[in-house]
């Protein structure tokens, strides 16, 4: 029997956000980028060990950080459909805005907003140009300059 190297439903990179108050992280996601909860998985301490949340056609894994962790804050590049409308609703339900959405030199909208536990969410925007419009591109496909953005 082949075991297939990825599941179905997960792509290549599944990333993880470690928190110190996961159930409070996974309210947000719901309320603001219509997460559904997958799986949740609560020790004996009463602190989650793992839990799934899919966004979109990702899912990301947020947990409880033990207590000698230290701070672990993520930012996650979240691609939706109007970058505007993701950006009120994120801030409307308890984020904070970092950066106003904006044009970026290559087509995407983007707007930053930290969450109630210090985590950065980027939503993008449809691409505002055509392909083969953008930026110039080294050979091996990377991107020749970008923009110095907002750092938080």
């Keep these: 029997m082949t075991v297939k190297p990825i599941p179905d439903g997960y792509h290549t990179v599944t990333p993880w956000i470690i928190s110190r108050d996961t159930a409070g992280l996974i309210d947000y996601l719901k309320e603001a980028f219509d997460a559904e909860e ?31 962790w230290p701070p672990t804050p993520a930012f996650l590049r979240l691609y939706v459909e109007d970058a505007d409308a993701a950006h009120r609703r994120a801030v409307a339900v308890g984020g904070t805005s970092v950066t106003e959405v904006t044009h970026l ?34 050979p ?10 907002a750092r938080a």
Excluded: K, W, Y
Excluded at 48 to 68: K, L, N, Q, W, Y
Excluded at 109 to 120: A, E, Q, S, Y
């Design 140 to 149: 091996s496909g990377v991107l020749r300059q970008g923009p110095r953005s």
């Design 38 to 68: 997958i799986a949740r998985v609560v020790g004996d301490d009463g602190r989650i060990g793992h839990a799934e949340v899919r966004i979109g056609d990702s899912i990301v894994m947020p947990f409880d950080a033990p207590p000698h």
């Design 105 to 138: 030199f290559f087509g995407d909208r983007v707007g930053r907003v930290r969450d109630p536990l210090g985590n950065l969410r980027g939503g993008a925007g449809c691409r505002g140009l055509p392909r083969g419009t953008g930026p110039p591109r080294h």
